[in-house]
Every structure is written in structure tokens, then in C-alpha cells.
């Protein structure tokens, strides 16, 4: 799930900490709280935030960045409650808003988070943030033109909006319209030459109209940017296959495991390259380890039926192959004929030991 963009109000105050009147107003421990939320120590900073709002209940700036802390633990109901709080007390605050519909949208609360989004926009209508999440909520419920048009007015206000060039692309790309989401894929880039995930996202997209040679330059764009990106490992080794190039796939995918040994599609696409180059030892080793793990991949049954038919052993052949038209009826066209020749292999060789 993309995650929405966040307000993060930090307050640097200078003052002496042993001023009591600061203290009494709760300030000091507003400011404390501050620096621990920059160090990244949120369950401190929210102590801080409690006492200061002990201090001064209508502490406004206390209930927002005790909220901001809440929602970096992941403790979006305390983060709402928080955020709620400073909008009684600031009605008009387009951030608390944006920060409360965070929190919805991470509870999959879409309904709410368009509410608070929407309301953002109504008091800060030059806010792209309140535009781009409010697209990712109509994006999760699938009304993408909703999101096109959120994230358009997300660029309107902010031409250099990486996320929002990214989300629409994708909003292209599963609506088939691949030429589309590469242009603004590329923009993300030309945004951010550095994004591994966006050079990974356009090499998936000239894949699907086949312009293969793209494809691994951008595969091979994403691994220089971000070397332990396995997922640019296992698809530009995918694309290898399918070029008949399979001891590069193998480097790649070996690659792949080495960064993520629990990767199990990885030892699925790794077995068929070993199937292609005839090792079937290591075939077997790593689409049986596969099967064990997802038993509802028709291809790998597929792959290892016609391991086990390479291999003689034409009864678990006809298990996997049949197995692998179960899970995918339409591989009956394919397979329909080799199932028939296991089969008969399978009773010649069950009649020659009578």
C-alpha cells in the first residue's frame, strides 16, 4: 500500500530550559518532545507530549505532534484521537486534517480519510499533499479517474510532484494504457534519476508492449541505483529466459536468493532455467522446494510434470501436469497431448514388468 504524505509540525523554540514559566505553559516539554521526534525516538517524545498537555490541556501544537508521533509507531487510533483533539481546538487546520485522513488511509478507512482530505482542501485548496492523498484513496477503491484527476491538480500545484507522475502511471498501466504510464514514469525519473522502483516500474511497463531492449536497460538502471533491489534481479532474469539466455537468468536469480533467501518466486523461475539448460537434479531441487511452499502455481506443476516425463517418471508426470490444468484450465490445449503420452508410457511400462 503507497503510503500517504505526512505533516510533520516540529517547533524549535529557544529559551532557557530552566525558565519556569515556560514550563508551566508546558513549553518546555513541547520543545523536548520535539528534539526527540528528529531523533527518531517517538516513544520519548510522546512522554514529553504528555506532560505538556498535562500542563496545558488546550495545547494544540502538543495533541498534533504527539498525533505525528503515534502515527510513526503505527498507532493510528491514538493518532486519530490526537489529531481530532487539535482540530476541536484549530478548526481551521488544513494539516491536522491531512495527518487524521493519514491515519484513516493506513486503516484501509478510505470513506473518513477522503472526508479529512477533502476538508484540507476546502481550507488549503494550493496543498498538493491534500490532492495526491486523497487520489490514493480513490485509487485503492479503484475509481481512477477520481485519482487521475486528484493527482493532476497535485501537479498543477506542484509540477515537481514525483509521487503523483508515479501513481499516475500506474493508474495507466493497469488500465493497459502502457505508452501513457511510461511517460510519466519518465518524468518521475527525470525527477529523480536515482529512483531504483521507478526504473523498475518503466522496465514492467516496455515489457508489456515488448520493447525488450528497454526493458533491461531499465532492469539494469534499478540494480545499479539500488544493488539489493531483488525484485529487478528476478526481472531482468525473466526476461533472460524468455531469451533463451538461461545461465544469465541463473546469475541474477542466484543473486536474487542470496539477498532474500525466503524470495520463493525466485526459486520457481530459477527451476525453469535449469529445466532449459537439462539440470535437472538442480530443476527439481528448486521447483519441488517451491511446490512445498505455494502449491497453487499451475506453472511450476507444469515445469516440474515435464521434468518428471524428462525424466522417466511418467506417473508423477501425469500427477503434475494434470495438477497444473486443474489450477489453470486453459493449459489443457498444451498439455492435453502430453498427458495422453505419460499416460501411455506409464501403462507400457507398468505392462513390460508383468
Same mark, same amino acid.
Do not use: W
Given at each position: 500500500?503507497?503510503?500517504?504524505?505526512?505533516?510533520?509540525?516540529?517547533?524549535?523554540?529557544?529559551?532557557?530550559? /530552566?525558565?519556569?514559566? /515556560?514550563?508551566?505553559?508546558?513549553?518546555?516539554?513541547?520543545?523536548?518532545?520535539?528534539? +526527540?521526534?528528529?531523533?527518531?525516538?517517538?516513544?520519548?517524545?510522546?512522554?514529553?507530549?504528555?506532560?505538556?498537555?498535562?500542563?496545558?490541556?488546550?495545547?494544540?501544537?502538543?495533541?498534533?505532534?504527539?498525533?505525528?508521533?503515534?502515527? #510513526?509507531?503505527?498507532?493510528?487510533?491514538?493518532?486519530?484521537?490526537?489529531?481530532?483533539?487539535?482540530?476541536?481546538?484549530?478548526?481551521?487546520?488544513?494539516?491536522?486534517?491531512?495527518?487524521?485522513?493519514?491515519?484513516?488511509?493506513?486503516?484501509? %478507512?478510505?470513506?473518513?480519510?477522503?472526508?479529512?482530505?477533502?476538508?484540507?482542501?476546502? /481550507?488549503?485548496? !494550493?496543498?498538493? %499533499?491534500?490532492?495526491?492523498?486523497?487520489?490514493?484513496?480513490?485509487?485503492?477503491?479503484?475509481?481512477?479517474?477520481?485519482?487521475?484527476?486528484?493527482?493532476?491538480?497535485?501537479?498543477?500545484? !506542484?509540477?515537481?510532484?514525483?509521487?503523483?507522475?508515479?501513481?499516475?502511471? #500506474?493508474?495507466?498501466?493497469?488500465?493497459?494504457?502502457?505508452?501513457?504510464?511510461?511517460?510519466?514514469?519518465?518524468?518521475?525519473?527525470?525527477?529523480?534519476?536515482?529512483?531504483?522502483?521507478?526504473?523498475? *516500474?518503466?522496465?514492467?511497463?516496455?515489457?508489456?508492449?515488448?520493447?525488450?531492449?528497454?526493458?533491461?536497460? %531499465?532492469?539494469?538502471?534499478?540494480?545499479?541505483?539500488?544493488?539489493?533491489?531483488?525484485?529487478?534481479?528476478?526481472?531482468?532474469?525473466?526476461?533472460?529466459?524468455?531469451?533463451?539466455?538461461?545461465? +544469465?537468468?541463473?546469475?541474477?536469480? %542466484?543473486?536474487?536468493? @542470496?539477498?532474500?533467501?525466503?524470495?520463493?518466486?525466485?526459486?520457481?523461475?530459477?527451476?525453469?532455467?535449469?529445466?532449459?539448460?537439462?539440470?535437472?537434479?538442480?530443476?527439481?531441487?528448486? *521447483?519441488?522446494?517451491?511446490?512445498?511452499?505455494?502449491?497453487?502455481?499451475?506453472?511450476?506443476?507444469?515445469?516440474?510434470?515435464?521434468?518428471?516425463?524428462?525424466?522417466?517418471?511418467?506417473?508423477?508426470?501425469?500427477?503434475?501436469?494434470?495438477?497444473?490444468?486443474?489450477? @489453470?484450465?486453459?493449459?489443457?490445449?498444451?498439455?492435453?497431448?502430453?498427458?495422453?503420452?505419460?499416460?501411455?508410457? /506409464?501403462?507400457?511400462?507398468?505392462?513390460?514388468?508383468?
Amino acid at each position: 500500500m503507497k503510503q500517504a504524505n505526512l505533516y510533520v509540525f516540529i517547533v524549535v523554540i529557544v529559551f532557557s530550559l /530552566f525558565d519556569s514559566a /515556560f514550563a508551566q505553559k508546558g513549553i518546555f516539554f513541547l520543545e523536548v518532545g520535539n528534539r +526527540k521526534v528528529l531523533d527518531c525516538k517517538y516513544e520519548e517524545a510522546i512522554m514529553n507530549f504528555d506532560k505538556a498537555i498535562e500542563l496545558n490541556p488546550q495545547f494544540t501544537e502538543a495533541y498534533f505532534n504527539r498525533g505525528c508521533a503515534y502515527l #510513526e509507531l503505527g498507532y493510528h487510533g491514538y493518532a486519530i484521537g490526537d489529531f481530532t483533539k487539535a482540530i476541536e481546538l484549530d478548526p481551521a487546520d488544513a494539516s491536522a486534517y491531512i495527518n487524521r485522513g493519514n491515519a484513516y488511509f493506513e486503516m484501509f %478507512d478510505f470513506k473518513n480519510a477522503i472526508t479529512d482530505f477533502t476538508r484540507a482542501i476546502d /481550507f488549503q485548496p !494550493d496543498d498538493a %499533499d491534500a490532492y495526491y492523498n486523497r487520489g490514493l484513496c480513490f485509487e485503492s477503491q479503484k475509481l481512477y479517474n477520481a485519482a487521475l484527476s486528484d493527482y493532476k491538480n497535485a501537479l498543477t500545484i !506542484d509540477p515537481d510532484y514525483s509521487a503523483a507522475y508515479t501513481s499516475i502511471s #500506474e493508474i495507466y498501466a493497469r488500465t493497459n494504457k502502457y505508452e501513457l504510464a511510461i511517460t510519466n514514469i519518465t518524468r518521475t525519473i527525470l525527477l529523480n534519476p536515482s529512483d531504483a522502483d521507478a526504473y523498475l *516500474l518503466r522496465a514492467n511497463y516496455y515489457k508489456e508492449i515488448k520493447k525488450y531492449s528497454s526493458t533491461l536497460q %531499465d532492469f539494469s538502471e534499478s540494480i545499479k541505483h539500488d544493488p539489493e533491489n531483488v525484485f529487478a534481479y528476478i526481472g531482468r532474469a525473466s526476461l533472460y529466459n524468455e531469451q533463451g539466455l538461461f545461465a +544469465k537468468a541463473i546469475e541474477d536469480l %542466484d543473486l536474487a536468493i @542470496s539477498l532474500n533467501p525466503d524470495l520463493q518466486i525466485a526459486y520457481c523461475e530459477r527451476g525453469y532455467s535449469y529445466f532449459q539448460l537439462k539440470q535437472y537434479e538442480k530443476s527439481f531441487a528448486d *521447483l519441488n522446494y517451491y511446490i512445498d511452499l505455494n502449491s497453487k502455481n499451475p506453472v511450476a506443476f507444469k515445469y516440474r510434470g515435464l521434468l518428471n516425463y524428462n525424466t522417466g517418471n511418467f506417473k508423477e508426470a501425469i500427477d503434475d501436469l494434470k495438477k497444473a490444468v486443474y489450477l @489453470s484450465p486453459t493449459l489443457s490445449f498444451e498439455l492435453g497431448e502430453k498427458i495422453m503420452q505419460a499416460n501411455e508410457k /506409464f501403462q507400457l511400462a507398468a505392462a513390460s514388468k508383468k
